[in-house]
């Protein structure tokens, strides 16, 4: 149905990756599910922000992170060739 994952970058950072919901099951807050589940993990762990990569063209995706909290900052380094969006959110 979907998947996702926290890549820890440093004991202050995780980066989420690969949130994605297959297209039968979206429109059913699966995603939100997912990312709820991260912020919790992230919590747990004491993180104090995640970042994520995306492409300004994933308008669905842009709206779940942006209503969790996350802001577009500048692309510090591109690790996606299809990314053009990096985004943080700090606790």
Not at 6 to 16: A, G, H, P, Q, V
Not at 46 to 59: A, E, P, S
Not at 72 to 84: C, G, R, S, V
């Amino acid at each position: 149905m979907g998947t996702v994952s926290l890549l820890k970058i440093d004991e202050s950072t995780f980066e989420l990756a690969k949130l994605a919901v297959t297209e039968k099951y979206q429109g059913l807050k699966i995603g939100r599910q997912l990312m709820e589940k991260c912020l919790a993990v992230a919590k747990e762990q004491q993180v104090k922000k995640i970042i994520l990569y995306t492409n300004h063209r994933l308008n669905a995706a842009l709206i779940l992170y942006r209503k969790f909290g996350f802001q577009e900052i500048p692309m510090k380094q591109n690790k996606y060739l299809e990314a053009d969006i990096q985004m943080e959110l700090s606790f």
